[in-house]
């Protein structure tokens, strides 16, 4: 065995308010290279994994990258939650240093970039299954969109307006706050006043909590109204009173619902060794982690070496038959995954499966 390792870099929210999905994306990356090395490493030789906090701050993010690739001299770069992380990681990981970077979140899509492959679902995957599935199940037509104001709720919203017309139905309001705004009553009002059928949903964390008391509050589920949030998870869903969020739909790749033998014998796995607090899960960038480590270490293996031209050649069409939620394959030129999508609905602080979609193109550009 070569006893130079192999590094790892990981860079995740262990700190800040995204702390419990961050630690589980460091808890799932420690699992699955200590796996890798248990089953004799890569290439002849262990994996070391460079692990760093970026505590929810972009600057943050932005100077462990640079550590990570300067002065740890990794391989890979893995990591990001927020789309405005993923920017940060890569100045000093992609645009300086010219290392391969892995994006393991859902998001809004339009990453094109030779050195930056994405292994969490973008808008096609989610909403162009899931709001026809939702319009004809429930007979919804007026949508109202209260959002945050950053780049993925804008791409998200687009793709939603495209889908509802299509299919026959309207966006009624669509409003955008920051992150910490509290203050939705205004909101809540407009919503009542619309006629709305769904509240879609992206304002995120700190100020998601707010707007769910005050929507709650008004009763608009209980009239009837569905609420729909495409990023929960389990995580997130266990965040909140169970009536605040009772209902809700969402459409990820992975939760922790799905039957497969292999997403439960995962779960398992990752349950025994991580009890408590931060489950595994798909809205966290946790599935993608898992993916965007057994990608590359398939690619790695059938290019016979760390030479990133030739990792990066293999990455472009690599694909994994069993992970979370199922398969999971690059679409070739695309640097993105065609994977199985389903619709998950709170019931009792828990999702269920309430449509299992196939796997899914994500209809990205060509990089």
């Keep these: 065995m070569n006893t130079n390792t192999i590094k790892v870099g990981v860079i995740t929210d262990i700190t800040g308010p995204l702390s ?60 990001g939650i927020y789309s405005s992380t993923r920017q940060a990681i890569k100045k000093p990981v992609v645009d300086e240093a010219r290392k391969l970077y892995i994006y393991p ?26 709001i026809p599935w939702l319009m004809k199940e429930t007979g919804a037509k007026k949508f109202y969109c209260p959002s945050a104001d950053y780049i993925w709720p804008r791409v998200l919203n687009q793709k939603l307006r495209e889908v509802v017309e299509a ?41 998601v909590a707010a707007f769910f008391e005050q929507l709650h509050a008004s009763g608009f589920v209980k009239r009837g109204g ?3 949030c495409t990023y929960f998870e389990e ?10 969020v009772n209902g809700m739909y969402s459409c990820l790749d992975y939760y922790q619902a799905v039957s497969d033998p292999f997403s439960q014998k995962l779960l398992a796995r990752y349950n025994q060794l991580y009890p408590g607090g931060s489950k595994f899960t798909g809205g966290s960038a946790a599935s993608g982690m898992y993916r965007g480590l057994k ?3 398939a690619a790695v293996r059938e290019a016979g070496t760390l030479d990133q031209d030739a990792v990066i050649r293999a990455l472009d069409h690599a ?49």
């Design 20 to 79: 419990l999905m961050g630690t589980a994306n460091a808890n799932i990356a420690a699992m699955v290279i200590d796996e890798i090395n248990a089953q004799g490493g890569l290439l002849g030789r262990q994996l070391s994994l460079r692990l760093e906090d970026s505590a929810t701050d972009d600057r943050v993010a932005e100077v462990k990258a640079r550590k990570l690739v300067q002065e740890d001299q990794v391989d890979v770069v893995l990591g």
């Design 105 to 130: 979140e859902q998001y809004e899509g339009q990453e094109s970039h030779p050195l930056v492959f994405c292994t969490g679902p973008v808008p096609a995957q989610q909403v162009e299954s899931m």
């Design 167 to 207: 299919n026959g139905g309207s966006i009624v309001g669509e409003e955008y706050f920051p992150l910490d705004h509290t203050d939705y009553a205004a909101t809540v009002a407009k919503i009542e006043a619309s006629g709305a059928d769904v509240v879609f949903n992206t304002i995120v964390p700190p100020g």
């Design 226 to 228: 569905k609420l729909v």
């Design 235 to 244: 995580n997130v869903l266990g965040l909140f009173p169970t009536d605040w």
């Design 295 to 297: 990608l590359w270490e």
């Design 319 to 367: 694909k994994i038959t069993e992970g979370p939620g199922g398969p999971a394959e690059m679409v070739p030129g695309q640097h993105h995954l065609r994977l199985n999508m389903y619709i998950g609905h709170a019931e009792n602080g828990e999702f269920r499966i309430a449509k299992d979609l196939g796997p899914i193109d994500p209809k990205e550009a060509t990089v």
